[in-house]
């Protein structure tokens, strides 16, 4: 999962990010609402975490400008402000969840797992395609009885390509998702760990395929279908 973090206050920004991190999850920090809006309509992110308060362009701004451009991303709005009237503010201007500062971290990945959910982009922590199952949180491939763990990056890539199965997805979809938006990485890592998990496949034996679509990036398939 890619996360944005709109927060000007770094330690918090760091903080957070830590948090999302230590979860195996991809997190990019900018620390105004220019940046914030900016990244954002890059529409490669899976939550934004967009505080209120933050300089240039208050974060109900950033939001309705994403809605605005069609940018659907879920939004949580992080905020010291509690009261009623700031909350309905936050979700008039097109933010999906309100939460206050200060918060547990339990609350800011049970919000994030929720918003996830309702966006539909999400896999559960075991799932199947074709003949094989995936278990997202053990990193684990599996046919029957044979099995080979998925290093990080490996499970990231299949994570991308199960939730977005029957979808062409580009290669500089595949380096924002996983490597993050400003990554030095390039095409040959994405065919390099796409040659990786091939072979993964063929060792459990699996019938399902990741195809390369020419010039455009690939897809998973089932043999069966």
Known sequence: MNILIVEDEKRLASALKQILTEQKYMADVVYDGEDG??????GIYDVIILDVMIPFRDGFSVARELRKNKIQTPILMLTAKDTVGDKVSGLDSGADDYMTKPFAPEELLARIKALTRRKGEVILDESSFGDFQFNASTGMLSKGSKSVHLNFKEA?????????????????????????????AGSN??????????????FIQSTSEIKAIKKVGYRLESRDD
Do not use: P
Request: charge should be negative.
């Open 37 to 42: 809006l900016e990244y954002g309509l890059s």
């Open 156 to 184: 990231e890539i299949m994570k991308l390509l199960i939730a977005n199965r029957d979808i062409i997805i580009s290669k500089e979809d595949i380096i924002t998702k996983v490597w993050g938006y400003d990554s030095d």
């Open 189 to 202: 890592n994405v065919e390099a760990y796409v040659s990786f998990l091939r072979r993964k496949l063929n």
